[in-house]
C-alpha cells in the first residue's frame, strides 16, 4: 500500500519555464513533508521542506505548495534550468517516534536547453 | 565538512552469498536510516537506529537482513544467502535524533547490489 504517490514518473520542460512536480499521500497524520532531488550515482539531497501548520513554503526558485483536504503536495520550479535535470522524490515524515521518511517513486524531471 | 560515507560503492555477488554494506555517519548524527531503491522503485526504509539500538526495524524484509551500529557511529547492513531479489541500491542517512532531525537527513551515495 503506497501511502506516499508520485503518479508521473517523467516530466519534460523547456528552459525558462516552470516545473510542476505532484504528490499525492493517503495518511492523514503526515504533518511533516519533503522534496529530495536525486543525480544519477549519487544519494538524494534535500531540496525542500513544508510543515502542515502552513500551505506554502518558497526558497529562491523552488517552491512547495501543501493542500492538507485533497492530501496533495507540488513543488514548482521556477525558472527551470538545465542542471535542474534529476530524479525528485516526494516524502512525508513519518510522525512516529523514528521520523523515518515514507518516499514517492520519483519523478524524473528534464530540462530541455 | 564529511558527509555520509558508504563502502563498497558497488557489490556483484552471487546467489546465496553473504554481503557486508557499511555506513559512516556524519559525525555527531545519533539517527541512522538505511533504506533501498529497487529497480523503478522509491526508496523503501529499512531500518532505523538511535545510537547503538534499533527500535525500528519493521523495514526489513525478511530475517536475512540484520543491521548493527556500533560505538554511535559505523553501521553495518548484513543480507544473509543473497537472493536475486535482493538487488538494489542501498542508502544509508543520518540526522539529529529526532524531533529536531526530522528536518533533514543526509544521505549516502549509496551502495548499488547486483545478485546474479
Known amino acids: 500500500d503506497q501511502q506516499v504517490k508520485q503518479n508521473s514518473p517523467s516530466l519534460s520542460v523547456q528552459e525558462g519555464r516552470i516545473s510542476i512536480l505532484n504528490c499525492d499521500y493517503t495518511n492523514s497524520m503526515f504533518d511533516y513533508f519533503l522534496w529530495y532531488k536525486k543525480y544519477p550515482a549519487e544519494g538524494p539531497t534535500f531540496l525542500i521542506s513544508i510543515s502542515s501548520i502552513k500551505d506554502k513554503n518558497e526558497d529562491g526558485r523552488f517552491t512547495v505548495f501543501l493542500n492538507k483536504s485533497a492530501k496533495h503536495l507540488s513543488l514548482h520550479i521556477v525558472p527551470s534550468q538545465p542542471g535542474d535535470s534529476a530524479v525528485y522524490f516526494c516524502a512525508a515524515s513519518d510522525p512516529s517516534g523514528t521520523y523515518k521518511y515514507i518516499f514517492g517513486t520519483g519523478t524524473r524531471l528534464k530540462v530541455l536547453a | ?116
Not at chain 2, 529497480?39 to 537482513?65: C, H, M, T, V, W
Not at chain 2, 537472493?83 to 549516502?108: K, M, N, T, W
Open chain 2, 1 to 116: 565538512g564529511a558527509g555520509v560515507s558508504q563502502s563498497p560503492s558497488n557489490k556483484v555477488t552471487e546467489k546465496g552469498k553473504d554481503v557486508e554494506l557499511r555506513c559512516d555517519p556524519i559525525s555527531g548524527h545519533t539517527a541512522l536510516y538505511w533504506y533501498r531503491q529497487s529497480l523503478g522503485q522509491g526508496l523503501e526504509f529499512l531500518i532505523y537506529f538511535q545510537g547503538n539500538s534499533a527500535p525500528d526495524k519493521s523495514g526489513l524484509p525478511s530475517d536475512r537482513f540484520s543491521a548493527e551500529r556500533t560505538g554511535g557511529s559505523v553501521s553495518t547492513l548484513t543480507i544473509q544467502r543473497t537472493q536475486q531479489e535482493d538487488s538494489a541500491v542501498y542508502l544509508c542517512a543520518s540526522s539529529h535524533p529526532p524531533p529536531i532531525g526530522r528536518s533533514e537527513q543526509f544521505f549516502g551515495p549509496g551502495t548499488r547490489l547486483t545478485v546474479l
